[in-house]
């Protein structure tokens, strides 16, 4: 034990130091402001660039309804019934109808719905039982 006594530091140099040190507390303050400084410099930048491109996306929305709007009014110029009749009679040549007549058809409606009919005809409806269904489709086809 004598030899380990002799290798143990002097008492002298077993007492600690003291935690905070105003030495260490005036490191760790600059430290925080180091850091935290450009961090609000960054988010102040980030939330001005945002605010900027926010507003020329809005004053485009407002230059985009404005043209909308002006295109509506063009539309509705464009196609009122005057201008259009003006246009057929000065550019096409067209005039009104002297006579007008009406003509009865005494047939009756159809039965079914019209639409939609079927793509492929009767032709692939009455192919023969013994034919595979690819020659089928192939004669349905229109390379005839």
């Known amino acids: 034990m004598a030899t380990l006594d002799r290798l143990a530091p002097p008492p002298s140099v ?3 130091a003291p935690a905070w040190t105003p ?14 400084a450009p ?13 900027e491109t926010l507003l ?3 004053q485009e929305k407002v230059s985009r309804t404005a043209q909308v709007h002006q295109l509506e009014a063009e539309v509705a ?27 009865t058809v005494k047939t009756a409606p159809p039965s079914g719905p019209l639409l939609p009919r079927p793509v492929l005809g009767a032709e692939l409806a009455a192919a023969p039982d013994g034919a595979p269904w690819w020659q089928s489709l192939l004669r349905a086809l229109p390379f005839r």
């Open 14 to 16: 077993l007492q600690q």
């Open 23 to 36: 030495r260490r507390a005036i490191f760790l303050a600059v430290t925080a402001v180091a850091v935290i």
């Open 39 to 51: 961090l609000q410099v960054l988010q102040s930048s980030s939330v001005a660039s945002t605010g």
């Open 56 to 58: 020329r996306l809005e």
């Open 77 to 103: 110029a464009l196609s009122a019934l005057d201008r259009v009749e003006r246009a057929a009679r000065d550019r096409l040549g067209m005039t009104p109808a002297r006579r007008i007549e009406y003509i």
